[in-house]
């Protein structure tokens, strides 16, 4: 379901990507392919690094080199890279441990671009949302579906300059949109970690109540997005 229901990246995201002419890229934490796949389809080799075994599975069906290994562990065996990438986990890497590591692996001039999507609703919609799942998970102050939270960003662009490896760090955003009918929408939220941990006896009412409110809507959901991407360079 994350495969089939989770979005790839913007393709003026992947353009960049590929304007910097990489001929070998890394791909961290790279789940079931959804950076790998539009990169090797635009002609970029690919080494992708999973922890998870069944994600790693999912992204070799669609033709992408895996090892398996957190990348905290992971051998390089002497491989270095162009273009390293981590999109939509670079949380759950050591932020200590991280950085150096794939400063050790770019090449000279290199970038590591790292990025998240994060769901821009119109604030009607938004507030929707907000307001069943305060209803139902009154620890949750908000949905997980809200615009992305700058203090986060921050503190990954701190740990990236901590860890002075990079020569060059830049933020972009990009914007895109997507249209979900609302089962779609429904079943891309129940792969948000935050659906997962609640208990079924929670999880059901909660999902009604949201489906409703797609279907009040039509149940057709023009859902735009933003990617929150940091492009870090290392010395030439």
Not at 14 to 29: E, G, K, Q, S, Y
Not at 33 to 60: F, I, Y
Not at 62 to 71: L, P, Q, T, Y
Request: aromatic share 12%.
């Amino acid at each position: 379901n994350y495969d089939r229901y989770r979005p790839s990246y913007p393709d003026d995201l992947i353009a960049d990507l590929v304007a910097l002419n990489p001929a070998r890229a890394l791909d961290i934490a790279c789940g079931t392919g959804k950076v790998a796949v539009p990169l090797v389809a635009c002609g970029v080799a690919v080494l992708g690094v999973e922890v998870d075994p069944k994600m790693a599975a999912v992204a070799e069906s669609h033709g992408i080199f895996v090892d398996v290994s957190s990348f905290e562990d992971w051998d390089p065996e002497g491989r270095t890279f162009d273009l390293v990438t981590c999109g939509q986990g670079w949380h759950w890497i050591d932020p200590a441990a991280g950085p150096p590591k794939v400063g050790e692996v770019l090449n000279p001039g290199g970038t590591f671009a790292l990025f998240w999507n994060y769901d821009d609703l119109d604030m009607d919609l938004q507030r929707e949302i907000d307001d069943v799942y305060r209803a139902h998970v009154p620890s949750m102050d908000s949905s997980p579906y809200a615009r992305f939270d700058n203090r986060e960003g921050d503190r990954y662009l701190s740990d990236l300059r901590a860890a002075k490896v990079f020569d060059e760090i830049e933020v972009k955003r990009y914007r895109w949109e997507r249209t979900y009918s609302a089962e779609e929408w429904l079943h891309r939220a129940a792969t948000h970690s935050a659906n997962i941990v609640l208990s079924d006896d929670v999880r059901g009412p909660l999902f009604e109540a949201l489906r409703k409110i797609l279907d009040a809507r039509g149940g057709l959901i023009s859902a735009r997005f933003g990617t929150y991407t940091i492009f870090a360079r290392t010395k030439e």
